[in-house]
């Protein structure tokens, strides 16, 4: 059973750009979580999803971040306009049916915005 | 949210045990003790949780001090793959949000 898996490992992109980073979770897992780990810092948490519902996004700027996961296919998390301030590493991590349960992190996306 | 104190750092020898200690005085009826650990450029991983009772497994053990005020994961035999940062988090039943710390970066010696 795979592990969560999440895509690109790396990222650069140049001010402005648009940057996507995919999470596909452990296999018949329904709940998806964004976290954002900024330099020297903590993990903070971005939101959460199930299939094709975000419950909580509270922890996600209001302006540039958007983040989704569809009936099929990965979950998104989607960065407009990119600024410096954007470079960090995400995670996403995936839990089975309750969002009580274990959470399992993926290797994350290291973005560097340029 | 109750609130976790860990020290910023430890160092152990290869093959002794590891005591990380955490603080929580203002934990809840209802917060279970949860630790996480992430390795260098990798992302969190799961150790073990508990209430009130000590718990094993294969990775770790969980020492509940009798008013839960503090808790300490016991890395039994520490090898090199265990230097990580290791994170106390306390989660209420039914918070989905963790709440991740400096934690304790564990530096283990040859």
């Known amino acids: 059973n795979a592990g969560v898996m999440q895509n690109p490992r790396h990222l650069v992109r140049r001010r402005g750009q648009e940057a996507r980073l995919r999470c596909s979770p452990m296999k018949g897992h329904s709940h998806v979580y964004w976290y954002r780990q900024l330099p020297e810092e903590g993990l903070k948490f971005m939101v959460y999803?199930?299939?094709?519902?975000?419950?909580?996004e509270s922890g996600m700027p209001k302006e540039r971040f958007s983040a989704e996961f569809p009936k099929e296919g990965p979950s998104i998390l989607r960065i407009q306009q990119v600024v410096r301030g954007d470079s960090a590493a995400y995670f996403c991590?995936?839990?089975?049916?309750?969002?009580?349960?274990?959470?399992?992190f993926g290797p994350g996306t290291r973005l560097l915005v340029l | 949210d109750a609130k976790t104190t860990q020290p910023n750092s430890m160092e152990s020898n290869e093959e002794e045990p590891v005591h990380l200690p955490c603080n929580h005085s203002t934990i809840s009826g209802t917060d279970y003790i949860h630790w996480y650990r992430q390795l260098p450029s990798q992302g969190p991983e799961y150790v073990i949780h508990?209430?009130?009772s000590n718990v094993n497994n294969r990775m770790a053990s969980l020492a509940i001090a009798e008013d839960r005020k503090s808790s300490t994961l016991i890395l039994h035999r520490a090898t090199l793959r265990d230097a990580a940062v290791y994170y106390c988090i306390l989660r209420d039943d039914g918070d989905y949000k963790l709440s991740f710390g400096a934690g304790t970066t564990v530096t283990v010696r040859a």
């Open positions: 991590a995936s839990s089975l049916r309750d969002s009580q349960e274990t959470q399992y």
């Open positions: 999803l199930q299939k094709e519902n975000i419950i909580d």
């Open positions: 508990g209430l009130t």
